[in-house]
Structures are given as structure tokens and as C-alpha cells.
């Protein structure tokens, strides 16, 4: 769904976005009010800063992320007294250059987000259509067993689907993805039921409009403002789950150069390389800070009642 | 009358109801019934334009939305030229679906913010197969043209149109299928009075130019009165009073009718009239009084009222009345 709702945007944006006489549509609206709130922009700047890097690491990374030297052993930042431009941002404790490694992690941390917000997204919308466009027991026997998921503090959650799937980082997204489902389907069973009891929704209906019409073209599309922010939020939290996992030792493991799983690595050395441990950390919350950002940013942009 | 008598009946209602349990309590047990519609029993002739009135939740709406299936009745049944709707699946259905269609109250609801004008009005058209699509947008611009918009604005989003414009783009949605019966559910309602009249007078132009049938639910007596032919009054789930409208409008017989006749303003000044009006609230329709559900609000109410439930009498050519004033046989229960 998130791919087609910047599909459409996209696509609208092209057609219409740039003259003030075209038809405008509520996307092309949105998006006009979204330029103008600065905490969206600043939010999607860091995104793209972070997205830059992910993209670019190969390029921006002054050393393989993965090459240990024992000749460099823990080397202080570069402005800290024995530390060298070779490694600007330090080293930790088998001589691997920290920037390179945070470079790469930004890699892993947005694989995680898309992957466990795609997961969550695709199975979040199915059962929340289906329960909130066809209700009764169906309804019931979905909501309940979200309910069930949503007991459950969702770290917990997660951490026992990785248990029982073995820790790799490949299964922390998939336990991400999964405690995080029903977020997504309480939210589109809301805008569902919302959007049906609306009377262009019955006057679809009267025209003898199928299922899918309904759901597809009608419902649907008018549920993505509340996923849109869902959707952006979940970004944030996916990352940070993957680093708690990680930092438990059920996600990356070793010597993949995920932030968590760095974190965790620095921890012991916190008093006598205090770099190794602050950049990871400094990593995850820029990142979190810039989905979080943004998605407070789109919700007061396509919030309907801040609209006409 | 006779001549809408032997006119062809489009739609009949028999005996129609629309009950809604209300549930409550951690195990979701039945503790109440809404009958919406109980029991009501109504022809539509061809060409005709009905007016369903009534107070706010006496269930005129859902009746409304029970004849195109939009809502399936708890019993009884309907005949729409001949055939009986209710037994029809939603295949069986769908051809039907072009010759009935609906118009809704609120112009902001009823179009999806999200789709342009030519989208909204072409979907009827799109759903039944109809034409190429460069026939479909030749159709969708005329009919704008119909109903007084501006085919260039075919692109437009529901946002940028007025309450009045909207309320057209409704009417063009409904009339794209070229359906018979069209059932106009408050169409004006949420107009300012200056459009109200414009596109009342659209509604009976396009009456005229199609030959279509309205049903016409308003709680507005004024407006009912302009447009009618026919008029049945419903108090509470039940039709209490039907009949041609210039009858009605100028002998009511039962006396929730002449109360609502009388609680119209009339513009004239120096006309200096005791208004009775009417007293207390609509009962909750999850309990209606017994007996007559009028009973408790009637000035002429007997003592059998509080017990009995009148039934719907005819009483002179076409019309029909449910007041034990006008006949004395009475069921027993409700």
C-alpha cells in the first residue's frame, strides 16, 4: 500500500503539482501543506540524509566495514588526542573504522524498516478491511486474535518469534513485522467502518459497485491519511526493535555492522572507548527522531480536521 | 385520482420492516429492538413523485434505503415492477441496480473526495459496462450539461464545488444509468433555501424530461407540497395517514398530520392563529408507547388508544388513515 499511496502522489505531484489553476486533488492539497510544516521537513531531511547514506556506503565509507586491524586497535575520533584522519571516528576493539560501520548500518536499518513495515503494512491492511468491511464473526475471530498480539508487550513478542525461529537479522524483521500487524489492522478496521457508513461509499452500492470496487477504490484510498503517519511512525519503532533486538544478540549477529548489535559490542569498552558506544547510539536516535519528525509532520498535514 | 389509480404500480411495499437489535453487555446479548420500519405498506406508480414525511428517526430514511436494498428488511416484501426484491442475490440484483438509484441528504458525504466529477458520475457506467470509454465521457460531460454544471469542470474534485453544485453532481451520478425510480433522500435538506428551490425545480424538470419516479423523504412540509403528487406521513416506524397531497395538505385527517400542517410557518402577518403545535419529544424508538404510538402526544387521544394499535383503514378514494376516529375496527396487540 505505501508504495502505491508516493505512487499516486508521485504521480499526481507530476501532473497538477506545479500549476495553481489545475484540478486539485486532496494528495496534491496535502502535500502543498506538508511543504509549509517545518517538522515535516526537518524530519524528511534527516530521512533523506539517511537514505543518501544507505544508497551511497559503498562510496562514503573510507574503509571496509568489516576489515579488522590489530595495528588500530580502539583508536580514539579524530579530534581526541592519538586519534589519526584515517579513522575519523575512531575504531573499536578489533580495528575496524567506526564511520564505515555506522555508513553500513545505515544500510540495515532502513532494509529493517521497509522489510518490517511491508510485512506489517500488507497484513495489517488485509485483516482490517476484511474484518471492518465484512464484520460479524469474521470480524470477530480476527480482532480477538489481534487483541491476543497486542497483549503482549511487543519487544516480548518479538522476542519469542525470534526464539523460536532462531536469532538472525532476516527473522528479527519478520518478528518485527508481525507484533506490529495489528497496529495497522485496528486502524484500517476504524477508517473502514468509518468510510462504509459514508454515503458515497452507499451510493456505490447503489450502482451496484463489487467487493473489491468498494474496498480498492473507494474505502481504501480514503483510509491512507491515518496509514500514511502509521506507516512513517512504524519506520521509527521498526529501527529501534531491530536495534533492541540486535542489542540482545537475536538480530544481526556478528560482524554485521548493525547499531544495535554495535551498541552492544561497545558496551564493555564504555569506559574505555566511549566512542564506540555514543555514535551507534547517536545513529539510532537521529534516525528515529527523523521518522518520528515526519510523521508528526504528516498527521497534522493530512489530518482532516485541520483542512477548508 | 382514478387516473393514478389505473397508472402502471412501479414499486409495492408490503407490510416492509427493518428491525435493529441493540445489543449489549461483555457478551453482546440481545437487549433491545429498533423497528426502523415496522410494517409499512406503500404503492409507487409509475411517473409519480411520492413524499415520505416525518420527524427526524421516524424511520422515513431507512425506508428509503430498504427499497434499493441498500439495508435488507427483517420482512415483508417488495415488488419493484412485478418482481419481488427481496428474494434476489446480489447477481439477481444488479440489473435492477440500473433502474432504481438514490440521491442523498448531505452533499459533502455523498461524493468520494477522492475521485473527480467525471470519475463520480461515469461509475454507474463503469460498473454496468457501458459504452467505450470515450462514449462514457461523451455521456458523463452531457449529463453535467442536464443538471447545470459546466462539463469543462469534468476533472474537478467535490472540493471545489458549492453545496448546490454537489448536490447536482448527486443527481447527475443517479440519472447516468437513466434509472426509473429514484429515491430522494432529503436531497435539499442540507441546502441553503436559495438552492433548495433551484434544485427542487431540476428534480421536476428532470421528472418531466425522463419520466422518472421519486420517492421524496423530507421532514420539510413545504417543500414536500411543491413537488408531490402523492403524500404518505409516517410517525415512529408506521405510515399514519397517505393520500393525494392536495387532500392532504388541505383536509388532514389524522391528527399527528394536522399537528405538523399546523407547526408550518405561514408567511402572512396579519393571519392571527391559536398554534396548537405539537407537545413533548419523539418517544425513543427503542420503546415506543403502546397501543397507537401517537397516543401519548395526541390531543384526541380515546382511552382504547393507550391499548390497541389502529390499523391502516382506506378511507376515500386513495387515501388511508390509521386513527381510531375514523374507523372502529381495531387489532389487538401490537
Same mark, same amino acid.
Given at each position: 500500500m505505501s508504495s502505491q499511496a508516493s505512487r499516486s502522489l508521485l504521480e499526481l505531484s507530476a501532473l497538477y503539482g506545479t500549476s495553481g489553476e489545475k484540478p486539485q486533488s486532496p494528495s496534491v492539497e496535502a502535500l502543498r501543506r506538508l511543504r509549509k510544516n517545518r517538522t515535516a521537513v526537518a524530519g524528511l531531511f534527516i530521512i533523506v540524509l539517511f537514505l543518501l547514506m544507505a544508497l551511497f556506503a559503498p562510496y562514503l565509507a573510507p574503509h571496509n566495514p568489516l576489515e579488522q586491524s590489530l595495528y588500530a586497535k580502539l583508536k580514539p575520533p579524530v579530534w581526541q588526542p592519538g586519534g589519526s584522519w584515517a579513522h575519523v571516528l575512531g575504531t573499536d576493539d578489533f580495528g575496524r573504522d567506526l564511520l564505515s560501520r555506522l555508513i553500513y548500518g545505515a544500510r540495515i536499518s532502513m532494509v529493517v524498516g521497509v522489510v518490517s513495515v511491508s510485512i506489517a503494512l500488507f497484513f495489517g491492511t488485509l485483516a482490517g478491511s476484511v474484518a471492518g468491511f465484512y464484520g460479524g464473526l469474521l470480524d470477530n475471530a480476527i480482532m480477538r486474535f489481534m487483541d491476543l498480539l497486542l497483549a503482549f508487550p511487543s519487544i516480548l513478542l518479538a522476542i519469542v518469534i525470534v526464539a523460536f525461529l532462531g536469532p538472525s537479522l532476516q527473522n528479527a524483521m519478520?518478528?518485527?513485522?508481525?507484533?506490529?500487524?495489528?497496529?495497522?489492522?485496528?486502524?484500517?478496521?476504524?477508517?473502514?467502518?468509518?468510510?462504509?457508513?459514508?454515503?458515497?461509499?452507499?451510493?456505490?452500492?447503489?450502482?451496484?459497485?463489487?467487493?473489491?470496487?468498494?474496498?480498492?477504490?473507494?474505502?481504501?484510498?480514503?483510509?491512507?491519511?491515518p496509514l500514511i503517519v502509521q506507516t512513517t511512525l512504524g519506520f521509527a519503532s521498526a529501527i529501534l526493535e531491530a536495534a533492541a533486538l540486535s542489542f540482545l544478540g537475536l538480530g544481526a549477529q556478528p560482524p554485521t555492522p548493525e547499531w544495535g548489535a554495535m551498541l552492544a559490542n561497545g558496551r564493555a569498552l564504555i569506559l574505555r572507548a566511549w566512542w564506540a558506544v555514543t555514535f551507534p547510539g547517536l545513529m539510532i536516535l537521529f534516525s528515529v527522531l527523523g521518522f518520528n519528525l515526519m510523521g508528526d509532520g504528516l498527521r497534522d498535514a493530512l489530518d482532516p480536521r485541520l483542512r477548508e | 385520482m382514478g387516473s393514478?389509480?389505473?397508472?402502471?404500480?412501479?414499486?409495492?411495499?408490503?407490510?416492509?420492516?427493518?428491525?435493529?437489535?441493540?445489543?449489549?453487555?461483555?457478551?453482546r446479548r440481545q437487549v433491545g429492538l429498533v423497528k426502523a420500519v415496522d410494517g409499512v405498506s406503500l404503492d409507487i406508480h409509475k411517473g409519480e413523485t411520492v413524499g415520505l414525511v416525518g420527524e427526524s428517526g421516524c424511520g422515513k430514511s431507512t425506508l428509503g434505503r430498504v427499497i434499493l436494498q441498500l439495508e435488507k428488511p427483517t420482512a415483508g416484501s417488495i415488488l419493484f415492477s412485478g418482481m419481488d426484491i427481496i428474494a434476489l442475490n446480489r447477481a439477481q440484483l444488479r440489473p435492477l441496480r440500473r433502474r432504481m438509484q438514490i440521491i442523498f441528504q448531505d452533499p459533502y458525504a455523498s461524493l468520494n473526495p477522492r475521485q473527480?466529477?467525471?470519475?463520480?458520475?461515469?461509475?454507474?457506467?463503469?460498473?454496468?459496462?457501458?459504452?467505450?470509454?470515450?462514449?462514457?465521457?461523451?455521456?458523463?460531460?452531457?449529463?453535467?450539461e442536464v443538471v447545470g454544471l459546466r462539463p469543462e469542470q469534468i476533472n474537478r474534485y467535490p472540493h471545489e464545488f458549492s453545496g448546490g453544485q454537489?448536490?447536482?453532481?448527486?443527481?447527475?451520478?443517479?440519472?447516468?444509468?437513466?434509472?426509473?425510480l429514484i429515491v430522494c433522500d432529503e436531497p435539499v435538506s442540507a441546502l441553503d433555501v436559495s438552492i433548495q428551490a433551484q434544485v427542487i425545480n431540476l428534480l421536476m424538470d428532470l421528472q418531466e424530461q425522463f419520466g422518472l419516479t421519486y420517492l421524496f423523504v423530507s421532514h420539510d412540509l413545504s417543500v414536500v407540497r411543491h413537488i408531490s403528487d402523492r403524500v404518505a406521513v409516517m410517525y415512529l416506524g408506521r405510515l399514519?395517514?397517505?393520500?393525494?397531497?392536495?387532500?392532504?395538505?388541505?383536509?388532514?385527517?389524522?391528527?399527528?398530520?394536522?399537528?405538523?400542517?399546523?407547526?408550518?410557518?405561514?408567511?402572512?402577518?396579519?393571519?392571527?392563529?391559536?398554534?396548537?403545535?405539537?407537545?413533548?419529544?419523539?418517544?425513543? =424508538?427503542?420503546?415506543? #408507547?403502546? %397501543?397507537?404510538?401517537?397516543?401519548? *402526544? /395526541?390531543?384526541?387521544?380515546? $382511552?382504547?388508544?393507550?391499548?390497541?394499535? =389502529?390499523?391502516?383503514? #382506506?378511507? %376515500?378514494?386513495?387515501?388511508?388513515? *390509521? /386513527?381510531?376516529?375514523?374507523? $372502529?375496527?381495531?387489532?389487538?396487540?401490537?
Open positions: 519478520i518478528a518485527i513485522g508481525v507484533v506490529s500487524i495489528p497496529r495497522y489492522a485496528r486502524l484500517v478496521r476504524g477508517s473502514v467502518l468509518e468510510e462504509y457508513a459514508k454515503d458515497y461509499v452507499q451510493a456505490a452500492r447503489a450502482l451496484g459497485a463489487s467487493d473489491g470496487r468498494l474496498i480498492f477504490l473507494h474505502i481504501l484510498p480514503n483510509c491512507l491519511a | 393514478v389509480e389505473s397508472r402502471q404500480k412501479l414499486v409495492v411495499l408490503k407490510n416492509v420492516k427493518k428491525h435493529y437489535p441493540v445489543t449489549g453487555g461483555l457478551l473527480t466529477v467525471g470519475r463520480i458520475i461515469g461509475e454507474g457506467l463503469v460498473i454496468h459496462k457501458v459504452g467505450t470509454p470515450a462514449e462514457r465521457q461523451e455521456r458523463v460531460r452531457h449529463l453535467m454537489r448536490q447536482r453532481i448527486g443527481i447527475a451520478r443517479a440519472l447516468a444509468l437513466q434509472p426509473e399514519v395517514e397517505s393520500a393525494a397531497k392536495k387532500t392532504l395538505y388541505e383536509d388532514p385527517l389524522h391528527p399527528y398530520t394536522q399537528a405538523l400542517l399546523e407547526a408550518v410557518p405561514f408567511p402572512d402577518p396579519d393571519r392571527k392563529k391559536a398554534r396548537k403545535g405539537l407537545t413533548g419529544d419523539l418517544p425513543s =424508538p427503542l420503546r415506543p #408507547p403502546e %397501543g397507537c404510538h401517537f397516543h401519548p *402526544r /395526541c390531543p384526541k387521544a380515546m $382511552d382504547m388508544c393507550r391499548h390497541l394499535v =389502529p390499523s391502516l383503514e #382506506p378511507y %376515500g378514494e386513495g387515501r388511508f388513515v *390509521r /386513527c381510531f376516529l375514523y374507523h $372502529d375496527k381495531a387489532e389487538n396487540g401490537s
